[in-house]
């Protein structure tokens, strides 16, 4: 940066200019640049953030900070920005931003740290105001700069589809051709509210655009970090063990060192990781290991003899960690004309995202630097941990971010990338990719955990809930306790809790994490309670909402579109489930038959409403959650994960299961309900409607409950036939 050059003053290339928008009170600068490597050295360098890149022949880079893993974000937020630059669309492409989280983080995870994690469905609420913002200032920037060219008022300025326009004096220059005349003004406006462009100009906005990272996934030409091939690399995985947890002694080191291929063997805490020239000769080597497991503490563990345990830690007196606590659930209980006690449970479910886990990392020569090309959620550390796991200065760290095959979760955590890591430091400066098998990730993945719950639900004679009681007895924290609040429900007493118990098997958060149980449980214990008292469950939940509008909405749109209660067919029968997830507001209805043979479900239709404030993106926000709710339906049915003597005891697809084409529903109709309320997270909303939906609507059909998920064939049948 030339700190002798005046802000008044414009710095021309061939490369075009990257427009650095201040932070922290740092005044706006304009950097020339002739690649996009030179941008991310001065990035790195200078405390500044850059969203975009203007060239003199009008292209427009818009720079995104979030992962794309198929939800859309590489379109969604530059959107918002361009919307507010009034750029011209067609000449917008996006590149993934460094992962520098100081300059592109939000604090929307903590509000005194900026973090890039696309989880959590919080990109489009985390990044809103901040593209907005920027977007904004851009404009003005370009405005500003044409004002000084013509030497008119900037007042007189008005922007549309990528030019400026003087009406007045009857002229209009593009962006493109006004790169060789930017200028920056000596201060740059924050913007509000006001300032921002009226929505009833949108053209990007609530306007479904073509997704900018489609035409490549069709084609296939997209590059996933597992296409990755650099010169000289080399490949890497590593043996686990079948408990979590055990630390491994080799015992035939000599004969897999002769092995044809085989480079060097690394051991960790709890693997034997092997480097080799092919992934066909680490494979084989693999299956040569001889490794005796030490002892772990999920050693004796049995995941479907635990429920006794868990019920008694229930049931002591003793309290846990209080989540909701209002007004009085010990009165509420004690002057109850009726009292409801029942116990939902899950077992482990696994992410069974597309893409194996893999990454490629290059440590230098000296060791004191490292560049790494994986498809990651990110993370607290934008860095990836690689700094700490080294021992070196961050920026000496370089992620090149890649697409991902699927995430839900799981590529959030960043074990795998730090083993990646670890054998390419042995053979520094040769790269290395490091590959999970199907296996490896089944077998030694993080799953969501395990669970019992416990509802107490009081009523008075009526039927009103007077009072609602919910314990959960699980490991994890918020990964069992999310989603547990009842906040929409009226309801004068209520009291939730978590109790720990560990197990010692590797956990993580899975899509809408404590949601996917904890609305179960909720939900099915307001139709039973329904049923009970001879209610429709659709009108005893608006009852519940009346005080909440935007929740009663999505509600009543529901039940339009799924005309609730009228079911022709003796042999099926709808349910209904309403929650809250990140923000946005869901109603789902779902149609289901069951063969009373063979136990299978039949999901046929499934309808939902839900009002996730200001919608980008409308179209992908419906694909957003027909993908959840098939997800759902997949794991409500089909996925399973169950451990004996600590060890898990599906390996692939072939024993861990998955939904089918041939089981998916009729249709699938989502409907969006418009809103002005700052956008949510729609990523995880569909996905914990239709266990409930699906319980519900099997409990209207049968009269009998199902509380243990998943919904597999056998204990279909045994609740049948009990």
């Known amino acids: 940066m030339n700190k002798s050059v005046s802000r008044r003053e414009f710095l021309k290339t061939s490369g075009g200019v990257a427009l650095f928008i201040g932070v922290s009170g740092i005044l706006p600068q304009m950097i020339s640049c002739k690649s996009k490597k030179e941008v991310q050295g001065i990035i790195q360098k200078h405390p500044l953030t850059a969203w975009v890149q203007l060239t003199d022949d009008g292209r427009v880079i818009i720079y995104n900070p979030a992962a794309e893993l198929g939800q859309g974000s590489m379109t969604s937020l530059p959107a918002i920005f361009a919307e507010e630059m009034d750029a011209d669309w067609s000449t917008v492409s996006v590149e993934f931003s460094p ?29 809103y105001s901040i593209m907005r913002q920027a977007g904004a200032q851009a404009r003005y920037i370009l405005m500003h700069s044409a004002a000084e060219l013509w030497k008119t008022p900037l007042e007189g300025l008005s922007t549309a589809n990528g030019r400026i326009m003087d009406n007045q004096a009857g002229r209009s220059i593009s962006y493109g051709e006004l790169v060789p005349h930017l200028t920056m003004p000596d201060k740059l406006p924050e913007f509000s509210e006001p300032d921002f462009k009226d929505p009833k100009n949108y053209r990007f906005i609530g306007i479904d655009q073509p997704r900018v990272d489609i035409p490549e996934k069709v084609k296939g030409t997209t590059r996933f970090a597992i296409d990755i091939k650099l010169p000289e690399m080399l490949f890497g995985v590593l043996e686990r063990g079948k408990v979590h947890g055990a630390s491994p002694k080799l015992n035939n080191e000599s004969e897999i060192l002769a092995l044809e291929g085989v480079l060097k ?84 479910v696994y992410h ?86 199907r296996e490896d990730d089944v077998r030694y993945g993080a799953y969501r955990p395990l669970t019992l719950q416990r509802l107490i639900a009081a009523t008075d004679s009526q039927g009103n809930i007077t009072g609602f009681s919910h314990c959960v007895v699980g490991d994890g924290g918020n990964l069992v306790a999310s989603g547990i609040q009842i906040d929409y429900y009226d309801i004068p007493n209520k009291f939730a809790e978590w109790r720990e118990v560990s197990e010692g098997i590797r956990l993580k958060h899975w899509r809408s994490v404590g949601h996917g149980p904890n609305k179960f449980a909720i939900e099915c214990m307001i139709d039973e309670i ?87 993106q409308p179209d992908n926000v419906k694909a957003q959650m027909e993908g959840g709710i098939l997800m759902g339906i997949s794991s409500v049915l089909k996925e399973q994960l169950t451990i004996v003597n600590g060890q898990i005891q599906q390996s692939n697809f072939n024993d861990y299961e998955i939904l089918r084409m041939a089981d998916i529903p009729d249709s699938i109709e989502t409907e969006i309900i418009e809103s002005r309320e700052t956008p949510r997270g729609v990523g995880e909303s569909g996905t914990p409607l239709v266990a409930c939906a699906i319980a519900n609507a099997f409990l209207k059909l049968t009269g009998k409950p199902l509380r243990h998920l998943p919904f597999t064939q056998e204990r279909v049948l045994k609740v049948l036939n009990t």
């Not at 890039?116 to 489009?124: F, Q, Y």
């Not at 030490?294 to 846990?320: H, R, T």
């Not at 890649?402 to 590529?411: E, K, T, V």
């Open 99 to 127: 992962q520098v989280s100081a300059i592109y983080g939000s604090d929307k995870w903590s509000p005194n740290n900026k973090v890039m994690l696309t989880a959590g469905s919080r990109i489009t609420y985390g990044y």
């Open 265 to 348: 063997l690394v051991r960790f805490d709890y693997a034997i990781g092997i480097i080799t020239e092919t992934i066909e000769q680490a494979l084989a080597a693999k299956k040569l290991l001889d490794i005796t497991w030490s002892e772990a503490p999920s050693n004796g563990f049995n995941s479907q003899e635990c429920f006794k345990k868990y019920g008694e830690i229930a049931a002591d007196k003793s309290a846990g960690k209080v989540i909701v606590s209002e007004g009085d659930i010990s009165i509420a209980i004690k002057s109850a004309d009726k009292k409801f006690t029942i116990d939902f449970k899950n077992d482990y």
């Open 530 to 616: 329904a049923t009970y008292f001879r209610k429709d469950p659709a009108d005893f939940r608006k009852k519940l909402l009346a005080k909440s509008p935007r929740a009663l909405a999505t509600l009543e749109k529901a039940i339009e579109m799924s005309d609730w209660g009228s079911e022709t067919d003796a042999n099926r029968a709808k349910g209904i489930a309403f929650l809250e997830r990140s923000g946005t507001l869901s109603t789902g209805v779902c149609e289901i038959s069951v063969n009373r043979t063979t136990g299978k479900i039949n999901v046929h239709k499934f309808w939902s409403a839900s009002d996730a404030g200001i919608v980008i």
């Open 352 to 437: 069974a995202q597309m893409e194996p886990l893999n990454a490629v990392v290059q440590v230098g020569k000296d060791g004191n630097s490292a560049e790494v090309w994986v498809g990651s959620q990110q993370g607290f550390d934008s860095k990836l941990g690689i700094p700490k796991y080294l021992g070196i200065p961050e920026e000496n760290v370089k992620i090149n971010l890649q697409y991902l095959g699927g995430g839900f979760g799981r590529r959030s955590m960043t074990d795998f990338v730090l083993e990646g890591t670890g054998l390419a430091r042995e053979v520094a400066p040769r790269p290395v990719k490091l590959i999970w098998t």
